[in-house]
């Protein structure tokens, strides 16, 4: 009998890493078409599954039993199969509010907008009336029974404080996307994205930029996988347990990003740190000379600077869209602020601060060829990397003592 998630498009999913990370069994995943959907329920030939985007309504007719939450709610993400009995579960409305407790996100006697239509959004709405909102939204494309469109909600953006997106927009692999613009809802205090690829969406990244707090969808994923597995195999997982899947999946689908100024030791740093903790390694500036087929002076010099970095940026969307690399850069990545958010979303940046008098100027390097060229990029660049760092690592002296820092800085961040 088999166990694993049924979906009709399923590329993205991180499912099957958290269920085999909790025990050994095989975990598929089940794509299956609205035409072969009937017949695969009908069927029954599985003896436990999660339930993900269109079937968590659709499955409901099927089951013999439905769990009283996921009845109220209206949706199920979790079947156990017991002697062709199909019982179903939600366990979505757990890791609903394992974001809320974490993130010290308040929902009590708050207007909430909850986005989107289908059964996570029906999660949601089960979760923040259980919290005490004191008035929900329901916003989707089209104004259908009970819920205003997206131009009714702009219009009613003031009084927005909880926004929760529960629609696909902002998913890989169209990263670019976002529901709403959120910088006009100028009273909201919160947003919780439950997009989990990339790790952080547009939407999430502009709300943090605002000073709102934020949840994402990878912790809830995890946690409501756990809770699912626990129903698949009648068991139960400690909270050391939980943290500890949330610590080691997070920091396997992070991307560890370098930024700092020509010479400063990011290159060779991150090639150590890939070794050290057999991560891939890419460099930036290395991918754009085998793109171009030529090296980086030559494309200054024939096509300029402003033809470089449309090439940067290109190969920096398509990069930062992969998970789980080290990530060198060139000096001058932190100019295009479109470069730090496409890094941001799926990466941790560190910038590798070095002295100015410690940094070398470099004949092969265009924009610092001679020591004063080196002093005023310096001078032009540095507030912005200290800007987009999440972390800032000195590298003035010994190498490696600066990777044990780095090390002990990943290991103090995967741990929380």
């Known amino acids: 009998m088999r166990y694993g998630l049924l979906g009709e ?22 794509e299956k078409s609205r035409d072969e959907f009937d017949d695969f329920m009908k069927t029954k030939d599985f003896k436990a599954i999660n339930v993900t985007i269109p079937y968590k309504e ?14 109220r709610i209206g949706a199920v993400n979790t079947i156990v199969n017991c002697d062709g009995k199909l019982y179903g579960y939600n ?22 907008a909850i986005l989107g239509s289908g059964g996570t959004s029906k999660t949601a709405t089960a979760v923040v009336e259980d919290y005490q909102a004191s008035k929900i939204y329901h916003v989707s494309r089209t104004a259908k029974d009970g819920y205003i469109t997206y131009e009714e909600l702009y219009e009613r953006q003031a009084e927005i404080q909880v926004i929760i997106n529960t629609t696909p927009v902002g998913m890989y692999p169209n990263n670019d996307g976002a529901p709403i613009d959120i910088a006009k809802f100028k009273n909201c205090e919160s947003v919780i994205d439950v997009v989990y690829n990339p790790l952080r969406t547009k939407l999430i990244l502009e709300a943090k930029e605002l000073g709102m707090k934020t949840a994402t969808g990878l ?10 597995h626990e129903l698949f195999l009648s068991k139960s997982y400690t909270t050391e347990k939980y943290q500890e899947l949330i610590s080691n999946i997070t920091f396997e689908k992070e991307n560890i990003v370098f930024i700092g100024m020509p010479t400063c030791g990011k290159s060779t740093i991150a090639r150590m740190l890939s070794e050290a903790l057999e991560i891939p390694l890419v460099d930036i500036d290395s991918e754009i000379v085998t793109s171009e087929g030529r090296p980086i002076t030559e494309i200054f010099a ?3 600077e402003t033809y470089f970095r449309e090439v940067e940026r290109s190969i920096t969307k398509a990069l930062s869209q992969k998970n789980h690399q080290i990530i060198a850069t060139g000096g001058g990545i932190i100019k295009d602020k479109r470069n730090i958010d496409y890094l941001k979303q799926n990466g941790i940046i560190i910038f590798i601060d070095r002295d100015i008098e410690l940094l070398q100027n470099d004949d092969t390097r265009p924009l610092s060829s001679t020591k004063d060229q080196l002093v005023k990029l310096y001078k032009e660049r540095y507030s912005l990397y200290t800007k987009y760092a999440d972390y800032i690592i000195k590298n003035n002296d010994d190498i490696k003592r600066t990777l044990e820092a780095i090390k002990e800085k990943l290991y103090e961040v995967t741990s929380n």
């Open 9 to 30: 498009k399923l590329g993205h999913s991180f499912s099957k890493q958290i269920h085999e990370s909790l025990s050994n069994i095989t975990y598929e995943l089940i």
């Open 58 to 71: 659709m499955v409901i007719p099927y089951l013999d039993v439905v769990d009283a939450r996921a009845s």
């Open 91 to 112: 366990t979505d409305y757990e890791g609903i509010i394992y974001l809320l407790n974490k993130y010290d996100i308040t929902v009590k006697d708050k207007v909430v």
């Open 219 to 228: 912790e809830m994923l995890i946690v409501q996988g756990i809770k699912a």
């Open 302 to 304: 024939n096509n300029g």
